[in-house]
């Protein structure tokens, strides 16, 4: 089945450096891939993504590239903002499972002044 | 207006009770779902609807019913609430002519706690 395992966190950053937050995954077919950011208090709402091998999903600064033969779609931001802070989650959809959005974990960030 | 409204944002109810949370949605999607968020466990899907009349479980189904009234309004229910049921839920919907590479609209979330 589709499975999604994102890095550990919390993760906890001082203002102005540079983030990583790991995906990889585990799909049947050719999925597409999704960042979503949940800011406290908030929904989900969806932050980037990218629907075929190689391609790269950006957005406020945020970027990550779909890697086929890693099967990894890794969150980069080469300056982050407190006003970053806020839990990140890696999905997949494969469309063959009618639509369903398969969730990591979920990755917390904390950004001190 | 939200473009996906859930209600109510907060409730406190106890062990036993029967409570319903809603949805409605503006963005004319056909599809909608309901997922649980648990800290550490990201969202699990409870149930999900293609339209009105196809109405599916979804990984952990058990405790829940739901009612999909209009292509607009999704109701989650809760028969005998349990205090394992305590978290965060959300309803979300897509629209099946994007295909995969369609993302989700999420509301803003109900907050549920079981006594």
């Known amino acids: 089945g589709n499975s999604v395992t994102q890095m550990e966190g919390p993760v906890t950053l001082s203002e102005e450096a540079f983030l990583t937050i790991n995906c990889t995954y585990t799909a049947t077919g050719y999925p597409s891939l999704f960042w979503y950011v949940q800011y406290p208090g908030e929904g989900l709402q969806l932050l980037l993504k990218a629907t075929k091998a190689d391609d790269k999903g950006s957005n406020k600064g945020f970027e990550a590239t779909y890697r086929k033969e890693t099967t990894s779609f890794h969150l980069e931001k080469g300056s982050v903002q407190v006003s970053d802070s806020a839990v990140y989650f890696c999905a997949l959809n494969t469309g063959t499972s009618y639509g369903k959005l398969t969730f990591g974990q979920g990755t917390i960030l904390t950004v001190h002044p | ?115």
């Not at chain 2, 005998?80 to 803003?108: E, H, K, M, R, V």
């Open chain 2, 1 to 115: 207006d939200a473009d996906v409204t859930q209600t109510p944002r907060n409730r406190i109810t106890k062990t036993g009770k029967r409570i319903m949370l809603e949805c409605s949605q503006t963005k004319g999607h056909d599809r909608m779902y309901w997922y649980r968020q648990d800290p550490g466990l990201g969202l699990r899907l409870i149930y999900y609807s293609f339209d009105v009349k196809d109405i599916n479980k979804g990984e952990i189904s058990d405790g829940y019913s739901v009612s999909r009234q209009a292509q607009a309004k999704f109701s989650l229910s809760l028969e005998s609430a349990i205090p394992n049921q305590t978290a965060l839920y959300f309803c979300a919907t897509s629209d099946s002519s994007g295909g995969s590479s369609y993302g989700y609209t999420f509301g803003s979330g109900t907050r549920l706690t079981v006594v």
